[in-house]
């Protein structure tokens, strides 16, 4: 790993943004090729960040610090990938289901999978079952993301995984799901693709899910 | 009684609400104590603390299934029928910080996730300072009377559904949707709210916890470390 590559690496890790940003154009002014950059330096950094943050050994707060610092590089890097040919990981529609307000752990999980080149189309919270389909429709989608923190709104992602069948869209995307009272058992119950039980694991699982 | 409720949030108590470890975060990401910082300096002035409690008098506990409460509203509920078995009374309450926090949070979600997300870590400690303190106001008046306080029961834990307990402490309460509404699937508006019940008696045993009844306690992060049973995690 080159010098530069490694300063990459580690201002990510600690969540220095200002630092990532003029890292990757000093990089990118001396030739370097972006899809490196992105694969071993950034990507990789966040995948550190997600291992010890799966570990209990990072915390929220610091996850988030690295994820920013990693999506202002990606926005440096971005016309060069698309000079470069390199495609986005997978398009995510994201929510929070209907009648459910949380959006913190829905906007953690945003943010990872947009740190993994995943486009994101993120509906905000109380997401109706159809706004979903249209979303999905509209952007032809890979992969819906749901979240729910409440027993009482997780229903709802049944609801509209039922929705995504009735408008003949279930079989053209993935449906992942997460959110703290979620289990995998629920998810295979309701017909779910793949579950999470947090931010860098939804990563994780988005990648094997289009993998398939 | 709460006409004026003191809020005083330190940087490690908004750091704490983001399921942190605040003296591992000074070490190792210094940073995030600035945004905790800043959160607190520009959110503090946002705060529109507001509580709504009525206490009732317990008239009778029937086969540990219903309590019976002064003006005819019965809970029915086994678990807070065995828990609350000792009390005389039962205060309902809802405490709310207001919607500017949340209003915050979301507008710098895009801008700056970072500062959106301590916005949210203050305002929880806000909310829980809140509720911490009617809680305790509540239990020194019980301790005027040589009585005390059960740990605070919120609709959504394990044992009390959220429909069930919502409506309950609504219809006693009946607040001005002016102050916090219930949405159809009983979410509170605005988000940073929280309702609960306390049971006031003469013998609640003082070493329990909400956690204790918490389905999540083995893996939440949001566990409080000090010994206030009325705090934060013991709370929700
Ligand atoms: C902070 C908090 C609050 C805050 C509000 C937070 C906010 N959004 O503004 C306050 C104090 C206001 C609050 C209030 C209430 N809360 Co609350 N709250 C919590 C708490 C402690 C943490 C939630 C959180 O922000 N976590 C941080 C984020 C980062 O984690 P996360 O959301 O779980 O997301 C992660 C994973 O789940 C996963 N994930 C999430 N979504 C997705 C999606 C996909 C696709 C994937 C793959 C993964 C994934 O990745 C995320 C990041 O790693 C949880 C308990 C817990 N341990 O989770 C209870 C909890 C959610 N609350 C609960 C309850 C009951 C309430 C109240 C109803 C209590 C009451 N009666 O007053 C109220 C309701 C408020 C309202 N407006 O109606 C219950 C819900 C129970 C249930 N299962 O139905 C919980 C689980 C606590 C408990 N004791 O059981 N709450
Ligand atoms: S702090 Fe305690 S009561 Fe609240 S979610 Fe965590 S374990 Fe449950």
New interface residues.
């Given amino acids: 790993m080159s010098d530069l590559l490694r300063d990459i690496y580690s201002s990510i890790m600690?969540?220095r943004q200002k630092e990532t940003a003029e890292k990757v154009q000093e990089a990118l002014d001396q030739g370097a090729d972006p899809s490196v950059l992105l694969n071993e330096g950034m990507i990789a950094a966040m995948t550190e960040v997600g291992k010890l943050f799966e570990e209990g050994e990072y915390?929220?707060?610091?996850m988030?610090?690295a994820?920013?610092a990693m999506q202002t590089g990606l926005g440096i890097l971005k016309p060069y990938l698309v000079k470069a040919d390199v495609k986005s990981s997978g398009k995510v529609v994201a929510g929070t289901v209907?009648?459910?307000?949380h959006d913190?752990g829905k906007?953690l999980v945003c943010?990872m999978l947009e740190g993994s080149a995943f486009e994101i189309i993120d509906l905000g919270a109380?997401v109706d079952p159809q706004r979903f389909v249209e979303a999905v429709h509209q952007t032809q989608a890979d992969i819906v993301a749901m979240s729910a923190l409440?027993?009482?709104?997780m229903p709802n992602m049944k609801v509209t995984i039922e929705a995504l069948k009735a408008a003949g869209l279930r079989d053209n995307v993935k449906v992942m799901v997460g959110g703290?009272?979620l289990t995998q058992q629920y998810a295979d119950e309701i017909g779910a693709d793949g579950f999470a039980p947090d931010a860098s694991r939804a990563v994780a699982t988005a990648k094997s899910l289009l993998a398939a | 009684m709460f006409e004026f409720i003191p809020i005083t949030i330190t940087p490690e108590m908004v750091?704490r609400s983001?399921?942190?470890?605040p003296a591992?975060?000074e070490k190792?990401?210094p940073?995030?104590l600035e945004?905790a910082k800043r959160a607190i300096e520009e959110g503090s002035a946002l705060l529109k603390p507001q509580v709504v409690v009525r206490t009732l008098m317990v008239q009778k506990i029937d086969h540990h299934k219903c309590i019976h409460l002064e003006g005819g509203s019965i809970l029915e509920n086994t678990f807070l029928a065995q828990q609350l078995n000792l009390a005389q009374k039962i205060s309902f309450i809802i405490c709310t910080i207001g919607d500017a926090i949340d209003e915050k949070a979301s507008a710098l979600?895009r801008l700056?996730?970072?500062l959106?997300?301590?916005f949210?870590?203050f305002g929880i400690a806000a909310i829980d300072i809140v509720a911490a303190h009617v809680c305790e106001s509540i239990g020194e008046k019980a301790n005027k009377e040589s009585l005390r306080t059960s740990i605070p029961y919120s609709p959504?834990m394990v044992r009390w559904?959220?429909?069930e307990g919502q409506n309950k402490i609504f219809s006693i309460l009946n607040p001005e949707p002016t102050i916090v509404r219930l949405?159809?699937?009983?979410?509170m508006?605005p988000?940073k709210s929280t309702s609960m019940l306390l049971g006031i008696g003469a013998n609640f045993k003082h070493n329990q916890k909400t956690c204790d009844f918490c389905?999540?306690r083995e893996t939440c992060?949001f566990k409080p470390p000090q010994k206030n049973p009325f705090s934060f995690g013991s709370k929700v």
């Fill in positions: 600690d969540g915390f929220v707060p610091e988030l610090v994820a920013r209907k009648g459910d307000l913190i906007n943010m109380d409440l027993t009482t709104t703290a009272p | 750091l983001q399921g942190a470890d591992i975060i190792r990401s940073i995030l945004y979600y700056d996730p970072v959106s997300f301590a949210d870590g959504g559904p959220l429909e949405t159809p699937s009983f979410q508006i988000k389905a999540t992060r």
